[in-house]
């Protein structure tokens, strides 16, 4: 079973902020905040990852509380292709390739 | 660099045959890992192969079986096809054991099994 609660689905304004939360209360001290997105009918993709201090890159930053039971995604400004389903994953770096996914936040970004 | 390719793209089977899908990574890497996605179970880990030996294995029937070559490229094969085998399966290649593995994800094939 996933080790992440998100909300299904959430909506944001193009242009705005969009900002995905994610609980993961049981998160064990060696293990990552990973981010992924699919968009419809394509592969997963990658788009960030942590452990316990704030990661940003070009996609989008990533803000994990203190207490490292949950995070939030920002997509600073958010454009029509950033609908999609977006996964909060949990796991082991460096150690296996397997990722659970759990159902994920269908983001729908309107004009 | 290429991405991760999959072929076929799509696949239409009937029941009771078998199917080979096929995976190439992006080069360099190392590690395979399989997944199916049904509307009704979403993504789920079919197995994962680093130099050529499998490391990992999800929750799937013995019909469901892979192998991984010299060259990093994988095979999964699914005999006596269902109809609930009807699915995406995507491949995704990380370059494990470095560190910064994000797993990268071919296109899918579409399987429909009628």
């Known amino acids: 079973d996933a080790k992440t609660t998100q909300p299904p689905s959430m909506d944001c304004a193009e242009g705005r902020a969009a900002n995905l939360p994610c609980n993961h209360s049981?998160?064990?001290?060696?293990?990552?905040v990973y981010w992924y997105r699919q968009i419809h009918s394509q592969g997963p993709q990658y788009i960030i990852h942590g452990l316990k201090n704030n990661e940003t890159n070009e996609m989008a930053s990533l803000i994990i509380t203190e207490d490292r039971k949950s995070s939030t995604l920002i997509l600073p400004h958010a454009t029509l292709r950033d609908t999609a389903v977006y996964y909060c994953?949990?796991?082991?770096?460096?150690?296996?390739?397997?990722?659970?996914f759990g159902q994920g936040t269908t983001l729908q970004v309107k004009p | 660099k290429a991405g991760v390719t999959q072929t076929p793209r799509y696949l239409i089977k009937t029941r009771g045959q078998q199917v080979t899908l096929s995976c190439s990574p992006i080069?360099?890497?190392?590690?395979v890992s399989w997944y199916q996605q049904t509307p009704g179970q979403g993504l789920q880990f079919l197995f994962e192969y680093f130099s050529e030996t499998q490391r990992n294995k999800g929750n799937f029937p013995g019909r469901f079986s892979g192998r991984q070559f010299s060259n990093s490229r994988s095979e999964m094969n699914v005999s006596t096809l269902e109809l609930g085998d009807s699915a995406l399966y995507l491949c995704?290649?990380?370059?494990?054991?470095?560190?910064?593995?994000?797993?990268?994800f071919g296109p899918g094939t579409r399987l429909t099994v009628l």
């Open positions: 080069s360099g890497h190392r590690s």
């Open positions: 995704a290649s990380s370059s494990l054991p470095h560190t910064g593995d994000e797993q990268f």
């Open positions: 049981t998160i064990s001290g060696n293990e990552y």
């Open positions: 994953i949990v796991r082991v770096s460096g150690n296996t390739g397997k990722l659970i």
